[in-house]
Nanobody
Framework: QVQLVESGGGLAQPGGSLRLSCAAS????????MGWYRQAPGKQREFVASITSIGRTIYAGSVKGRFTISRDNAKNTGDLQMNNLKPEDSAVYYC??????????????WGQGTQVTVSS
């Protein structure tokens, strides 16, 4: 069984920073793709950023230049550094990953989410 656990959410002031982390555990062979999504109240879940196993990154236009996604393949972890936060960044942030298990099966996994609130 594979699990993704996010951490690092909380309250930040506008212009402030937070760093989210995602840790994958279980019978993992490799992680192809890691991504972050967010969902604000009353809105659909939206893409934030992603990173491939070779470090290729993609960002949503709304966060480009402010957020940085990274990963540690050896530790099966991923981070999202969020700088210059804005109130509109407030949402529950979810980690997503496509993972190959030791059983040779591939699955798409989600974490439980972590709340980010940006407010003065």
């Amino acid at each position: 069984q594979v699990q993704l656990v996010e951490s690092g959410g909380g309250l930040a002031q506008p212009g402030g920073s937070l760093r989210l982390s995602c840790a994958a555990s279980g019978s993992i062979l490799s992680i192809n793709y890691m991504g972050w999504y967010r969902q604000a109240p009353g809105k659909q879940r939206e893409f934030v950023a992603s990173i491939t196993s070779i470090g290729r990154t993609i960002y949503a236009g709304s966060v480009k230049g402010r957020f940085t996604i990274s990963r540690d393949n050896a530790k099966n972890t991923g981070d999202l550094q969020m700088n210059n936060l804005k109130p509109e960044d407030s949402a529950v942030y979810y980690c997503n990953a496509e993972i190959w298990q030791l059983s040779q099966s591939r699955g798409d996994y989600w974490g439980q989410g972590t709340q980010v609130t940006v407010s003065s």
